[in-house]
């Protein structure tokens, strides 16, 4: 799964770490997220997407293969 929190938290001007303690979760944890290594549970998909007002499909999306 692709996601463009990187680009979010940045337009946001957040560290990793600023956008982690927004969601409750580890700096490890949202670095995980961007680089693609980690998916997050649907929850925390949710809890992204509305941190940023979007629907979790402006967020997340199956990369094409």
Do not use: C, H
């Amino acid at each position: 799964m692709k996601n463009r929190l990187r680009v979010l938290r940045a337009e946001y001007e957040w560290s990793q770490a600023e956008l982690a303690d927004r969601l409750e979760v580890s700096r490890q944890t949202v670095n995980a997220i961007e680089k693609g290594k980690y998916d997050p549970s649907l929850p925390l998909a949710f809890k992204i997407a509305q941190l940023f007002n979007m629907q979790i499909e402006e967020v997340f999306f199956p990369d094409e293969e």
